[in-house]
T-cell receptor
């Protein structure tokens, strides 16, 4: 089944403790992206990647890192999480004009 | 980025058609019009997209105005499962900017 898989589904952490949210897709898509969703602000793009080893900032990249060492994986790294990064995160990949989203990761930073 | 205007919320009854409007008067000539929806506690889900002509798929129909400044997503026979937030996005897929969308409520 074609899908985008994110892990973990829920994560509670403390300020400053590095964490990684994984994202994997099995559709051989070149394009992948990370979004965060906050009440009243909608979905905002954090980073995107047009292909392996090619990444670029979205609208809200501060405090995040990404890497794209292989086509299927696009992890989101928070080196030193802060409470304002508490949010619902979605990974997506695109084939043509269609975006496929993962189920989301609810992150709480205390 | 093209600006969009959608109603904040709409309500309909089960098994009736639903017409969800979207205004995108600043759309560029090459941008597709995408519609996504987000069910509660899930990631956004692709619904349909089109450029100039009306489009149909198993989920919905998309009616695009001749001047492309507006479009309407048509759910032909709404079910309870169609209750979601619907986003109209007039851009290329790889730079989609999600606005607030329309929250659709379906009454049994």
């Amino acid at each position: 089944e074609a899908q985008v898989t994110q892990n973990p589904r829920y994560l509670i952490t403390v300020t400053g403790k590095k964490l990684t949210v994984t994202c994997s897709q099995n559709m051989n898509h070149e394009y992948m992206s990370w979004y965060r969703q906050d009440p009243g602000l909608g979905l905002r793009q954090i980073y995107y990647s047009m292909n392996v080893e090619v990444t670029d900032k979205g609208d809200v990249p501060e405090g995040y890192k990404v890497s794209r060492k292989e086509k299927r994986n696009f992890p989101l790294i928070l080196e030193s999480p802060s409470p304002n990064q508490t949010s619902l995160y979605f990974c997506a990949s695109a084939g043509g004009e269609k975006l496929f989203f993962g189920s989301g990761t609810q992150l709480s930073v205390l | 980025d093209a600006k969009t205007t959608q109603p904040n919320s709409m309500e309909s009854n089960e098994e009736e058609p639903v017409h969800l409007p979207c205004n995108h008067s600043t759309i560029s000539g090459t941008d597709y019009i995408h519609w996504y929806r987000q069910l509660p506690s899930q990631g956004p889900e692709y619904v349909i997209h089109g450029l100039t002509s009306n489009v149909n798929n198993r989920m919905a129909s998309l009616a695009i105005a001749e001047d492309r400044k507006s479009s309407t997503l048509i759910l032909h026979r709404a079910t309870l499962r169609d209750a979601a937030v619907y986003y109209c996005i007039p851009q290329g897929a790889q730079k989609l900017v999600f606005g607030q969308g329309t929250r659709l409520t379906i009454n049994p």
